[in-house]
């Protein structure tokens, strides 16, 4: 039996006594058996779950899930603690000095008038602060394990703060014109049509960007309307008495223009 005094409610350190226990050498053998990278993806998959409560607007589930990610923090911040790196004061301390130093309008003498004055300190303050001595670096910070279309959309915004960007909407658009093109003839061998599709996601990720919509969730608004409308046309098909397999693809089609309408 571990030392360990069971409570009717736990707090921070509760959480962080369990991590020890649980990492000890007579802990759980799983545990002790994972690095940074063996629960990477664990880390994604709990930030994206978090994001589904916030969607979904249960509080009840959103506290839920920002529990498992705060596990993940503590988690590897216990790794670390076992090497004599750093322990979860670091952490805290390093969030601290960082939000801080990023508001100088709060705890500085800095003055601001609006939000946007605020952004535009913040994205200075963090340059200064990681040594971004060039706007190539400033671009090379972006996180290259982001998801593609936000990763793009932030690749973007920064090329844009130098002033390499399109002035309209409409101007983007014409450049997503263009890369379909070269998708088409690359179709056709002229080209790779990897690296002519990537060109053209990343156009449209310009697109949405002038047209102020977020690429991302755009993107999983046309996921889940895709899903629906392939349940309504699956359901229509049981009602025929088959399965959607047992169709032609024009059949399908057929189904699918009767869900598109509904």
Not at 61 to 74: I, S, T, Y
Not at 140 to 162: D, T, Y
Request: hydrophobic fraction near 40%.
């Amino acid at each position: 039996m571990v030392d360990f005094q069971q409570k009717e409610t736990y707090d921070f350190n509760d959480l962080l006594r369990i991590m020890e226990i649980l990492r000890a050498p007579d802990g759980c053998m799983w545990d002790r058996e994972q690095d940074h990278q063996s629960i990477r993806r664990n880390f994604i998959e709990e930030t994206y779950e978090v994001c589904e409560a916030i969607d979904e607007e249960d509080t009840e589930h959103l506290k839920e899930e920002l529990g498992d990610v705060l596990l993940q923090v503590v988690f590897h911040t216990q790794m670390e603690k076992e090497k004599g790196v750093f322990d979860i004061g670091d952490v805290a301390d390093g969030i601290c000095k960082k939000l801080i130093f990023r508001h100088p309008h709060i705890f500085g003498s800095v003055e601001v008038s609006s939000s946007e004055e605020i952004l535009r300190n913040w994205d200075e303050l963090k340059r200064k602060e990681k040594h971004q001595e060039t706007d190539t670096a400033a671009l090379q910070s972006v996180a290259k394990s982001l998801p593609g279309l936000i990763r793009a959309e932030k690749l973007q915004k920064k090329a844009a703060k130098v002033g390499f960007d399109w002035d309209r909407a409409e101007d983007a658009l014409d450049k997503v014109a263009e890369e379909l093109d070269e998708v088409r003839r690359a179709m056709q061998g002229d080209g790779d049509p990897e690296e002519e599709l990537g060109d053209l996601l990343f156009a449209a990720v310009n697109v949405s960007r002038h047209l102020k919509i977020d690429a991302e969730r755009a993107m999983e608004k046309a996921c889940n309307k895709f899903t629906d409308r392939f349940a309504q046309m699956d359901q229509m098909a049981r009602e025929m008495q088959k399965n959607l397999s047992d169709l032609s693809l024009e059949e399908m089609d057929a189904l699918w223009e009767k869900a598109k309408s509904w």
